[in-house]
């Protein structure tokens, strides 16, 4: 017997409508359910197609070089949804049955339209700012670690907001090593990640630029890749000020 293809749209109306909703699910029906990581992102391009928000870039996760290495779960890409990129001390409900995840991250905005399947990643070139960024992921699964790295990646791999900051200056080389961290009210709650579990955000740029010529995608001029965080990740159903620092660079989140 001939397998059913598998029908993206399905999921993607369900995740859709937790989005509108905020209900969240526990899993995927089966029948609904990527079995592949290329189902998965088929699933993720028809949720976010469907929002109707409009795509302001990329998000990276995971691509730290340990996990480049394949050392845990595989690296994975996101879009990140244009209407939930915010200016710095932007205020974000807390929802009421489960926690935000709070990551300090680089962010890097696109001087020019880029074809990764036609063209060498230049960064010179190619990058115009970095900022200081906090990602905010909050899945529309309970558990997003418990339904599976293609179900994670079908819901855009738990893109909620992503906060820019204040810019950090750069150069082709730059590590961008130094101390990281995320703050709640004054208080220091997200310690720095260290060696190969800290992302290297250009290697991580690396990776979505080798994974959208696998996919046949462009980005567009002035679109913003956040590139994985540098500190350990905050999950938080506390109200106050969040604060992400990379140096000296600062931005803000506002969680009510």
């Known amino acids: 017997m001939t397998a059913m293809p598998f029908d993206a749209a399905m999921p993607a109306a369900r995740l859709v409508s937790s989005w509108h909703t905020g209900q969240r699910l526990v899993a995927l029906p089966e029948a609904e359910r990527p079995a592949s990581l290329a189902q998965a992102y088929a699933v993720q391009a028809a949720m976010v197609d469907s929002l109707g928000d409009g795509v302001a870039g990329w998000k990276i996760a995971g691509a730290s070089p340990r996990g480049l290495r394949g050392e845990g779960p595989l690296p994975v890409v996101g879009r990140v949804i244009a209407s939930r990129v915010l200016p710095s ?29 036609r063209e060498a990643l230049d960064v010179g070139s190619m990058i115009e700012a970095a900022h200081v960024a906090i990602e905010v992921v909050c899945s529309r699964f309970f558990d997003r670690k418990a339904v599976g790295q293609p179900s994670f990646v079908a819901d855009n791999a738990g893109f909620h907001a992503l906060a820019v900051g204040e810019r ?79 140096g000296g660079a600062r931005v803000g989140v506002v969680l009510g």
């Open 89 to 117: 001390d932007s205020g974000l409900t807390l929802p009421p049955d489960t926690t935000m995840t709070l990551e300090a991250e680089v962010a890097v905005r696109f001087a020019r339209s880029v074809s990764p399947s």
């Open 168 to 246: 950090i200056p750069f150069d082709a080389e730059s590590m961008f090593d130094e101390d990281a961290g995320l703050w709640r009210d004054g208080e220091r709650v997200g310690a720095s990640l260290n060696g190969d579990a800290r992302t290297r955000p250009f290697q991580s740029l690396g990776f979505l630029w080798r994974e959208l010529a696998r996919q046949g995608l462009a980005i567009e001029a002035g679109a913003i890749v956040t590139t994985g965080t540098l500190c350990v990740p905050v999950d938080t159903a506390v109200k106050g000020r969040y604060e992400a620092r990379v």
